[in-house]
């Protein structure tokens, strides 16, 4: 084993460490955590700009929360709150850009699905950042979505199962996948089941929630 600077360099299984310009050493996974925060931040920057942007609007969203892990023995669901808000940068009738930032809190009972005790959990508490695609039926009245995209989740996460022992608190990254449809005459009021898929902590979050998009003056 070897010390460089601050850290000491060795053989640790899972964990890839790079040196750094002033001789400590950070995990693969963190830098990896942080390029993807800084990216997201500088592309909704430029894509709030670009040209071929024709139409904004704020859209704003309140739900009801949960969680759930990957893998369990019991059938277990966690509840909570959840919000978002988001830029809409429509590009076409049919496709539309949405950065997106929103939180969610979810916390278990003690009990399953089916009203039993259990020691399982899977609870998020987090900051929800990110940017996803929107693809419509560009139809009034009715029109039914699907969305996905990238992004990360910032909190802390517990997952406890008879498969994983998780307690971790950070930044990770998500994949944001999202069904709904839009309702009225202009298509300003959504209802969606969305999903937040956490793949480091073995555990998935999502909504059931509601939301209205309000346009911006160009």
């Known amino acids: 084993m070897y010390k460089f600077g601050c ?3 060795g053989f640790k299984p899972k964990k890839l460490y790079l040196p750094l310009i002033d001789g400590c050493t950070r995990p693969l996974q963190y830098i990896m ?3 993807i925060l800084l990216l997201l931040i500088v592309f909704t920057s430029s894509l709030a700009k670009a040209q071929f942007i024709k139409e ?3 859209h704003a969203q309140i739900g009801y929360g949960v969680s759930a892990p990957n893998n369990s023995a019991d059938e277990i669901v966690d509840s909570g709150f959840f919000a978002q808000g988001e830029l809409v940068l429509k590009v076409a009738s049919w496709v539309e850009f949405r950065p997106y930032a929103g939180f969610i809190l979810t916390n278990s009972n003690g009990k399953d699905l089916n009203d039993n005790p259990t020691d399982e959990k899977a609870e ?19 029109a039914p979505y699907v969305e996905i995209g990238i992004g990360t989740s910032i909190g802390t996460f517990e997952t406890q199962t008879a498969f994983d022992n998780i307690d971790k608190s950070g930044i990770i990254y998500h994949i944001p996948f999202t069904l709904g449809l839009e309702l009225g005459k202009n298509n300003n009021v959504d209802l969606r089941l969305a999903y937040y898929f ?4 073995e555990q998935y ?5 509601v939301g209205i998009t309000f346009p911006l003056n160009n």
């Open 124 to 142: 998020s508490k987090a900051l929800l950042l990110g940017g996803k695609t929107r693809v419509r039926a560009p139809i009034p009245w009715v």
């Open 33 to 35: 955590r942080k390029t």
């Open 198 to 201: 956490q793949p480091s902590v």
């Open 205 to 209: 979050a999502g909504a059931f929630a």
């Open 56 to 58: 904004k609007s704020i």
């Open 7 to 9: 850290t000491h360099i």
